[in-house]
């Protein structure tokens, strides 16, 4: 893929910032290139399930928010997107300190973008894959939102 503009990461950056709930589950963006993103959520009691793993909702919530921005790298001026669908295979428990999601877009195109994300736990230093999403990104006219 093409260098991501710099206009184009503050986008997705403000974008994903606007969000309380991201603010809220402690997110934090790693890296946002072209056709690719990176997202890290620290563990806490709060994104926790009752077995002190991150819970499936916070796994979920980090796939949603990494995929739909990896789409977003590929957006063109007027457009927009919406979450789809997505799929989450959980592989591991997510028992760690960092919860880490890598979504790279697989295909974009003109009324779907398809992204697929892995999320790796760490503990001690060491990375783990628990689980791999795959989303469907619905690409819509900006001013779709609006009305």
Do not use: W
């Amino acid at each position: 893929m093409a260098e991501l503009p710099e206009l184009a990461r503050t986008l997705i950056t403000r974008e994903l910032h606007a969000q309380g709930l991201f603010a809220h589950m402690g997110c934090e963006i790693l890296e946002v290139e072209a056709g690719r993103v990176t997202l890290a959520m620290d563990f806490r009691k709060e994104v926790a399930q009752q077995h002190g793993f991150f819970h499936g909702g916070s796994v979920g919530f980090l796939i949603d928010n990494a995929t739909a921005a990896a789409a977003g790298t590929t957006l063109r001026e007027g457009q927009s997107l919406l979450t789809a669908e997505y799929k989450v295979n959980f592989v591991a428990p997510a028992l760690g300190a960092r919860l880490l999601c890598r979504a790279e877009v697989v295909k974009a195109g003109s009324t779907i973008t398809v992204v697929e994300a892995r999320c790796f736990v760490v503990k001690d230093g060491a990375e783990k894959l628990c689980a791999i999403g795959l989303a469907s990104m619905a690409v819509i006219a900006a001013r779709t939102l609006a009305s």
